[in-house]
């Protein structure tokens, strides 16, 4: 969606989420989200990039906060350019992959996570978090899939 400049737009701000593939034995961590928008939708665990952060190290503190799990060879994976239409915000997510290194999956952050499966792309679960639809479509995709 391509939007021209409105001045009425000028307030508003543009968050960078972190969106962290985890894979292990052919499949990723998915989270069922609570609690904060895309409420009962499905993501790889992330979070907001904070100040002073690289990628990479979001990518690790997210994991570990919402999973409890170690994660190895960091690298850049996409990006994509959400903006959610019915809650007024808008991101830009910087999708990371990753291999899972130790640790036991459990859920650390029940206030904000449902769930938590390992799913391949053969057997999403559903309804996805919207900056998926962007990034199924996006030319990243199956240079993301090879990595399984």
Request: proline letters at 3%; charged letters at 25%; one cysteine or more.
């Amino acid at each position: 969606m391509f939007i021209c400049y409105d001045s009425n737009m000028k307030n508003k701000t543009v968050r960078v989420g972190i969106g962290v593939f985890i894979f292990k034995n052919g499949k990723f961590l998915m989270l069922q989200r609570q609690g904060a928008h895309g409420e009962g939708s499905w993501s790889v665990p992330g979070g907001h990039l904070e100040f002073g952060e690289s990628f990479e190290e979001t990518a690790c503190r997210e994991v570990k906060e919402e999973t409890n799990l170690e994660i190895k060879h960091v690298r850049f994976g996409a990006v994509t350019n959400d903006y959610f239409t019915d809650e007024d915000k808008h991101y830009v997510t910087i999708w990371m992959l990753s291999e899972w290194a130790s640790g036991q999956e459990y859920n650390v952050e029940p206030d904000k996570c449902i769930n938590q499966e390992w799913y391949s792309f053969e057997d999403l679960p559903t309804p996805l978090f919207l900056p998926w639809n962007q990034l199924l479509e996006s030319e990243f995709i199956e240079k993301i899939k090879q990595q399984l």
